[in-house]
Antibody, heavy 119, light 108 residues
């Protein structure tokens, strides 16, 4: 079964760093792009960025460029999303998702990781 | 920045047809993907590349495209179709990916 399993919920203070994970199983990790999507509570989906685990080629949409870092470790089939200095405005649910080969659609999603940033 | 525009809400009675639109300047050049998201769940793709229906998605879900507007049509709407629906596409260069603002479908 193809699965993406994300790390658990986090509660952090402004200014702290954080790295959340997305572990893939059931398919060849290096053959598919993995993306990250943000959803602020009660709001819509936001496309953040994407990575190709085979060579760690990472791309970001302008609002998230420089704000987060996407990485991957193919030896443990895991993708990451990290912040060096969190803000209250980073409070959101974060989903990882696998991109369909030859398409921009995300066909498999993780369960989401809720990140709460509060002083 | 590039934006996709969706109506915030659509209401329909069971058995009727729901149509949800998504507008964007680059849509004549870029494919659109539609997702269904129910409360507390991750999104699920229901239409791919404007008109394709992924495996396992009911035939009641269909997509169409005309110029700068694409449409998700849900025929014979059922109570279980009540959800938020999002379109996804890219700017004309294909590099700036974006979701529409989402449409809440209410089944009366």
């Amino acid at each position: 079964e193809v699965q993406l399993v994300q790390s658990g919920a986090e509660v952090k203070k402004p200014g702290e760093s954080l790295k959340i994970s997305c572990e893939a199983s059931g398919y060849t990790f290096t053959n598919y792009w993995i993306g990250w999507v943000r959803q602020i509570p009660g709001k819509g989906l936001e496309w953040m960025g994407i990575i190709y685990p085979a060579d760690s080629d990472a791309r970001y949409t302008p609002p998230f460029q420089g704000q987060v870092t996407i990485s991957a470790d193919k030896s443990i089939t895991t993708a990451y999303l990290q912040w060096s200095s969190l803000r209250a405005s980073d409070t959101a649910m974060y989903y990882c998702a696998r991109q369909v080969f030859g398409s921009d659609a995300f066909d498999v999603w993780g369960q989401g990781t809720m990140v709460t940033v509060s002083s | 920045s590039y934006e996709l525009t969706q109506p915030p809400s659509v209401s329909v009675s069971p058995g009727q047809t729901a149509t949800i639109t998504c507008s964007g300047d680059a849509l004549p050049k870029q494919f659109v993907y539609w997702y269904q998201q129910k409360p507390g769940q991750a999104p699920v793709v229901v239409v791919s590349k404007d008109t394709g229906r992924p495996s396992g998605i009911p035939e009641r879900f269909s997509g169409s495209s005309s110029g700068t507007t694409v449409t998700l049509t849900i025929s014979r709407v059922q109570a279980e179709d009540e959800a938020d629906y999002y379109c996804q596409s890219a700017d004309s260069s294909g590099t700036y990916k974006v979701f529409g603002g989402g449409t809440k479908l209410t089944v009366l």
